[in-house]
């Protein structure tokens, strides 16, 4: 099984301040065939299911608004947010679908500071 | 605009049963791959098993093999998600999740409400 795991575990940052995600899979989510990384990002708001923000490790879903950002790939990604808003507040997930089971990270807490 | 609808969640004894429904409204069903995935209380998220668009292939996550099975119905546009001797460790809030695409090496692109499903005596 691929495990995830992220960092930090939670993290709290000012109002329009620069928010960083790291997640890492244990080993590569990079398919060779068409070159795309079988990784996705969700949002998770108390009370609420999880929502999609990123996939492809880089591919903003659409209505996500642009400050959200994905990079990485291989073993190593990031999700940014460019300047946090208070809507932000939740919790994070990166998710491989490269191989069954699909995993999860544990998450990311970001609140603000 | 996309509905995922769960059903069927509710209190169970150990080594009981139950079946879960996921009602989709909004996209042509039979088109997408369709998925389980769970939260226990408190917890992060937990991928429980996929099935493609025709149904005909169906994947488990090792936690629920042998105790779960996933279905759908075409004609009803309905997932369904049959759960026996179930355990303390199955409480969870269950979401049933539509995949991008028609297989199941996909995201998850949008999610039910979930329903809760509660394993005690």
């Known amino acids: 099984d691929i495990v995830m795991t992220q960092s930090p575990d939670s993290l709290a940052v000012s109002l329009g301040e620069r928010a960083t995600i790291n997640c890492k899979s244990s080993?590569?989510?990079?398919?060779?065939?068409?070159?795309?990384?079988?990784l996705a990002w969700y949002q998770q708001k108390p009370g609420q299911p999880p929502k999609l923000l990123i996939y492809w490790a880089s591919t903003r879903e659409s209505g996500v608004p642009d400050r959200f950002s994905g990079s990485g790939s291989g073993t190593d990604f990031t999700l940014t947010i460019s300047s946090l808003q208070a809507e932000d507040v939740a919790v994070y997930y990166c998710?491989?679908?490269?191989?069954?089971?699909?995993?999860f990270g544990p998450g990311t807490k970001v609140d603000i500071k | 605009e996309v509905q995922l609808l769960e059903s069927g969640g509710g209190l169970v004894q150990p080594g009981g049963s139950l079946r879960l429904s996921c009602a989709a409204s909004g996209f042509t069903f039979s088109s997408y791959a369709m998925s389980w995935v769970r939260q226990a209380p408190g917890k992060g998220l937990e991928w429980v098993s996929a099935?493609?668009?025709?149904?005909?292939?169906?994947y488990y996550a090792d936690s629920v093999k042998g105790r779960f099975t996933i279905s759908r119905d075409n004609s009803k546009n309905t997932l369904y998600l049959q759960m026996s001797t179930l355990r303390a460790e199955d409480t969870a809030l269950y979401y049933c999740?539509?995949?991008?695409?028609?297989?199941?090496?996909?995201?998850?692109?949008?999610w039910g409400q979930g329903t809760l499903v509660t394993v005690s005596s």
């Open positions: 999740a539509k995949l991008r695409g028609d297989h199941v090496w996909d995201y998850f692109d949008y």
């Open positions: 080993q590569s989510v990079l398919h060779n065939s068409n070159n795309k990384n079988y």
């Open positions: 998710q491989q679908y490269y191989s069954t089971p699909f995993t």
């Open positions: 099935v493609s668009a025709s149904g005909s292939s169906t």
